[in-house]
């Protein structure tokens, strides 16, 4: 059964910077792309970035990295320069392929719990 645990969420100032980790486990690390999501308060649920072993995709540019550490079978979310705007539940969800073919949603296989950011100004 795949597993996807979140961590790293906290509160911080606006200005600051956050490094979120999303452990994965139960598959083989490269038949998923791993993305990215967050959701603010009565706001719908938007892609933020998904990697996999063949590529990275981005739809929030600039502030937001995504990196995997492949030994570790983990996903980090790197935010710099933190806004107001950017407080949210972050999620990250596993999507069936080797590839980042969609950052919607309703396409991934498999969700973690959500950590949340509050970012203060």
């Known amino acids: 059964e795949v597993q996807l645990v979140e961590s790293g969420g906290g509160l911080v100032q606006a200005g600051g910077s956050l490094r979120l980790s999303c452990a994965a486990s139960?598959?083989?690390?490269?038949?998923?792309?791993i993305g990215w999501f967050r959701q603010a308060p009565g706001k719908e649920r938007e892609g933020v970035s998904c990697?996999?072993?063949?590529d990275v995709r981005d739809s929030v540019k600039g502030r937001f990295t995504i990196s995997s550490d492949n030994a570790k079978n983990t996903v980090y979310l790197h935010i710099n320069s933190l806004k107001p705007e950017d407080a949210a539940v972050y999620y990250c969800?596993?999507?069936?392929?080797?590839?980042?073919?969609?950052?919607?949603?309703?396409?991934?296989?498999?969700w973690g719990q959500g950590t949340q950011v509050t970012v203060s100004s």
């Open positions: 969800a596993a999507l069936w392929g080797s590839f980042c073919r969609t950052l919607r949603p309703s396409e991934y296989d498999y």
């Open positions: 139960g598959y083989i690390f490269d038949d998923y792309a």
């Open positions: 990697i996999s072993s063949s």
